[in-house]
């Protein structure tokens, strides 16, 4: 039967999850097609403040790898948005050409920031908070800038703010209410958190109106309405969103604030469904998250022909997300002329707690300080539970019972994802499960905005007691119980050889295991295995797997191979050919000192390695990529050896080798260091008579400085001990864990132990010849297999 065609437009958090939904429900029955504006995989938008505010990183708030496309053969387009639909044959356009014929159609575009339409609102330095771009715009600010001001004094406009501190900016937040977060919080809440948010460094102008931007071409302050004026270099717009709707109202789909959906998130167009930020359901626009996920699981279940009740709207809550303030808000917020309150104000903890009852029933609450209830009241306020219900509970854990153990298990632990307490336990005790990161996993638990995390650990404890509290071994993943020594140990001990066979032997939790354990195991079968292991393809990461690094619209970059950084002119004038005929993006000189050919097309990359001629430069790899080399003795002054001869070497031995993360070295000829071998993994420095070997060096955003192994006499000593210190690195490393990672664990004086050792050097650098003995050029082995060039290049499944 032919696969039906599911295009999604949007690469968002609920598109995504929607399709997540579907594959749940209907694995292999749809061709699935995402295209996504921002040139990114999807990822968690509601942590974009700890992104900000630097308590993580962008690949940390990644929900779907590029990988997971690929493993799960979802066509993605990222980088490019759809300005055209087609309803009458069932058609999408692009921006760049594409036609997409769909069966069903999923509008995802999400919401685009409010902007106050104010005189200087398009000067430089003006940005609103709603991307990584917008993140990004911001901490740029802060290494020129120290004056921002944030217009908004929400949810979002606080968490900007708060990143913004964290950034070394002042920070002045000015907000029309004469109160914070009006919307979520009542008085008493809004004060209490002004009070802690000042104590924290921010500024508040309250019942302030902006009425220009002011500067010529950068922001340089705002004026008020009352003719007061503040100085600002940046000015942060958060006072809102609004739906998405422009490309379906253009297309004839009925539009209000939102597009209009039912129950089954169906607009008025056959086979055209919306769901997220951009749809409008029972006259109401959701902008929280565990809302677009039920509207997900709603259409899932409808695409899929099941039987299903459709969304019928939620109950919503708040959690701010700053550092060192928990707020919480659900259901109603302010007392009426129907309600009763239940009130508890701690003045020494500086705690909170409202919660608001009308006939007799919970309708709302809002907590300060201490919000561990409001998943609980969540729950219970979603079921409309009877007051007493609540009091008996609160009894209950008065007398020393964890609330978890005191909730029934229907009640939600996550409200994101709507994972109640019963499907959580149910899991850990089928699955094995015995930390946050397995239950994450196997259920979405904590998956989304994180808050629920000290109560799926206080479930984890309460299911499993003790072991729970005793369980601190690191595993490969969530797949499995055991750890990466142990994995190795079976694959020895019972001659495991494929990584299907690892997870089938060793009981994998997960039948096809995951986008972490897979390159793992191919890596450590590989390791074991050198010469009888075939690589598995299908294993690899996607750059690994097609040999060139994915850059952020979808496009490749090449670099080319060069020993030590040398080249000549034949080299030079092919690869400005290849540039011309290929019509690249950029030309760039990379740190390792090699030309990086940046903007290929996926199905060009075979052809541009076909032209070159050259081999490749690993750029992509967990693998020894290039060695950086000054011009050493035969040039300079300073140099007192032969610094480029010993990087050609070290590069041309150890080309290609795989090793658990990726490795950098560097060759210098004198003390001064040019090559900066002080912070590779592997950096030698060329004194008079001596060369001195440096290992497990960093230069990224955990600088570390190399520490030195050994001091020898000659070149051939040098490639010796680099390589048994290089083997040993790779037997003993966990994958993925970097040289400087791995050496701070155990410890400088144990490895010089082992590679001084000449029984130990010499049986480490035997089994490195042999590892190096299978390599294979990548390159020439894609041009020279068709079937590989038809799978991965011609047959596009990811970009």
């Not at 854990?397 to 409200?415: K, L, N, P, T």
Request: aromatic share 6%; proline share 3%; net charge negative.
């Amino acid at each position: 039967m032919d696969k039906k065609k599911l295009v999604l437009i949007g690469n968002g958090m609920a598109g995504i999850r929607t399709i997540e939904e579907i594959m749940k429900l209907l694995p292999d029955q749809f061709e699935i097609t995402v295209f996504g504006k921002e040139p990114y995989p999807n990822y968690n938008r509601i942590q974009l403040s700890k992104v900000l505010q630097g308590d993580t990183e962008l690949k940390d708030i990644t929900l779907n790898e590029w990988q997971w496309y690929e493993d799960n053969g979802i066509l993605l387009y990222p980088g490019e948005t759809v300005t055209k639909i087609d309803k009458d044959h069932q058609v999408v356009y692009t921006d760049k050409g594409k036609e997409t014929p769909y069966d069903y159609l999923i509008i995802a575009t999400g919401s685009n920031p409010f902007m106050l339409p104010l005189p200087g609102a398009d000067k430089e330095g003006v940005t609103a908070f709603r991307d990584i771009e917008d993140c990004e715009k911001m901490i740029d600010a802060s290494k020129n800038y120290k004056r921002a001001a944030v217009i908004g004094g929400g949810l979002l406009g606080l968490e900007a703010a708060r990143g913004l501190l964290n950034l070394g900016m002042a920070v002045d937040v000015i907000h029309l209410s004469d109160y914070l977060m009006e919307r979520q919080l009542d008085r008493p809440a809004g004060e209490l958190l002004q009070k802690e948010l000042e104590s924290q460094g921010m500024n508040f102008l309250l019942e302030k109106q902006t009425a220009e931007i002011t500067g010529k071409k950068r922001v340089t302050g705002l004026k008020f309405k009352d003719g007061g004026w503040i100085p600002a270099d940046l000015v942060v717009m958060a006072v809102g969103i609004k739906p998405n709707v422009a490309l379906a109202q253009e297309s004839g789909i009925a539009v209000n604030r939102g597009i209009v959906v039912n129950d089954h998130m169906e607009t008025n167009v056959p086979n055209i469904y919306s769901v997220g930020e951009c749809a409008e359901h029972d006259q109401m626009v959701y902008g929280l998250v565990a809302p677009l996920y039920e509207q997900g699981q709603a259409l899932a279940k409808h695409i899929c022909g099941m039987n299903h009740q459709g969304y019928k709207g939620s109950v919503l809550s708040t959690q701010l997300k700053v550092s060192g303030v928990d707020v919480f808000s659900t259901g109603l917020i302010n007392e009426t002329a129907e309600t009763k309150s239940i009130k508890v104000f701690d003045e020494w903890q500086n705690t909170y707690k409202k919660i608001l009852v009308q006939d007799d029933k919970l309708k709302g609450a809002v907590l300060f300080g201490n919000t561990k209830e409001g998943t609980k009241l969540l729950s219970l306020i979603k079921k409309g539970a009877n007051v007493e219900d609540y009091l008996e509970s609160q009894s209950a854990a008065d007398d020393g019972e964890s609330i978890v153990a005191s909730m029934s298990d229907d009640e939600i632990i996550c409200g994101c994802n709507g994972v109640s307490k019963g499907a959580i336990v149910s899991a850990i005790k089928s699955d094995g499960l015995t930390s946050v990161e397995e239950v994450k996993g196997a259920t979405n638990a904590s998956r989304s905005c994180g808050t629920c995390k000290n109560l799926v650990s206080d479930l984890l404890t309460d299911t499993l007691g003790d072991e729970y509290e005793a369980d601190t071994k690191e595993t490969v993943c969530a797949c499995t119980d055991l750890s990466r020594d142990e994995v190795i140990a079976e694959i020895k001990e019972k001659g495991l050889t494929h990584t299907k066979e690892v997870m089938n032997v060793l009981e994998w939790k997960t039948e096809e295991g995951c986008s972490k354990c897979k390159p793992a195991l191919n890596y450590y079968l590989g390791m074991v295995y050198p010469k009888e292991h075939e690589d598995e393809r299908e294993s690899r990461f996607v750059n690994e797997r097609l040999h060139a690094n994915i850059q952020k619209d979808g496009t490749y970059s090449v670099v080319p191979r060069m020993y030590g950084g040398v080249t000549n002119a034949k080299d030079l004038r092919t690869i400005a050919d290849v540039a011309e005929k290929y019509d690249v993006g950029m030309i760039k000189l990379t740190g390792g000192q090699r030309i990086d050919l940046l903007g290929i097309k996926k199905e060009d990359l075979p052809d541009v390695w076909k032209d070159l001629g050259m081999p490749s430069g690993y750029a992509y790899g967990k693998s020894v990529r290039t060695v950086k080399t000054c011009v050493g003795a035969e040039f300079c002054r300073f140099g007192t050896q032969d610094s480029t001869g010993m990087g050609i070497q070290l590069e041309k031995k150890f080309e290609g080798l795989n090793t658990p993360h990726k490795v950098k070295m560097g060759v210098s000829a004198c003390p001064r260091n040019c090559a900066e071998g002080g912070i590779k993994d592997v950096g030698v420095v060329g004194l008079d008579g001596v060369w001195e070997v440096y290992v497990g060096g960093n230069g990224g955003t955990e600088l570390r400085k190399a520490e030195l192994l050994v001091k020898v006499k000659s070149q051939q000593e040098v490639l010796e001990y680099t390589a048994a210190f290089l083997q040993y690195y790779r037997e003993n490393a966990r994958y993925l864990e970097r040289s400087s990672h791995y050496l701070e664990r155990v410890g400088i004086e144990h490895v010089k132990e082992v590679v001084n050792d000449d029984q130990l050097r010499k049986e480490l650098n035997d089994r490195m010849d042999e590892a190096l003995g299978v390599y294979k050029e990548p390159w020439n082995e894609v041009l020279e297999s068709e079937t590989t060039l038809k799978d991965l290049y011609q047959k596009v499944t990811a970009k």
